[in-house]
């Protein structure tokens, strides 16, 4: 691997042991076995570096480990079973979602970060989409990312709050399943 990459890795493992705010540009040097200039070289400032650390740490995960995925695409079985799967994921000691939580509250002092992060959204509605449709990603249109896909962002995002604030209220698969049927219920008795 060159520096660009054994940065990006030496930031993957400073965000999930000392979170955004406390890692160093020391730390990243350390981690990764570099020099400070090739933080500034590869990703233009050690905030960078950390955003794409972020963004490729929550790419990397599968939301179709665990207990498999067998529902029909876009059925509530499905919606079910991934929704319980990200659960468990939230349950896991050091948890990469507290760490979103962290990089949300941070978003008005750090323009850049909210910016490339801002960009990776439709990409991560493009995933959900994907996973609980049961397509390719490269067959979910822009439009859809955008629709659908903010729509799942934004319950991971809620979704992700409550079980920072507190896990032992926070919604499961299966609660979030009865309230998506009770909205499909009221929907088509409007």
């Not at 079985?77 to 948890?95: A, I, K, T, Y």
């Amino acid at each position: 691997m060159g520096h660009r990459e054994d940065l990006l890795e030496g930031a993957k493992r400073c965000l999930l042991e000392k979170g955004f705010a406390r890692t160093t540009a020391r730390d990243l040097v350390k981690a990764s076995g570099t020099n400070l200039a090739s933080i500034g070289y590869h990703y233009g400032s050690k905030d960078a570096l950390l955003a794409q650390a972020y963004i490729a740490l929550v790419e990397g995960m599968s939301f179709e480990d665990g207990p498999g995925i067998t529902g029909a695409p876009g059925s509530l079985e499905r919606f079910r079973e991934v929704w319980s799967n990200v659960v468990d994921s939230m349950r896991e000691p050091g948890s990469l979602w507290r760490l979103s939580v962290e990089i949300i509250a941070m978003g008005d002092q750090l323009p850049e970060v909210r910016d490339r992060l801002s960009r990776a959204q439709r990409e991560a509605g493009r995933g959900m989409v994907s996973l609980l449709m049961g397509v390719p990603e490269e067959g979910v249109s822009d439009e859809t990312a955008d629709t659908l896909g903010r729509f799942y962002v934004t319950l991971m995002t809620g979704l992700i709050s409550q079980w920072t604030f507190d896990p032992k209220t926070a919604p499961d698969g299966e609660a979030l399943t009865e309230g998506m049927r009770q909205v499909i219920e009221g929907v088509a008795q409007g």
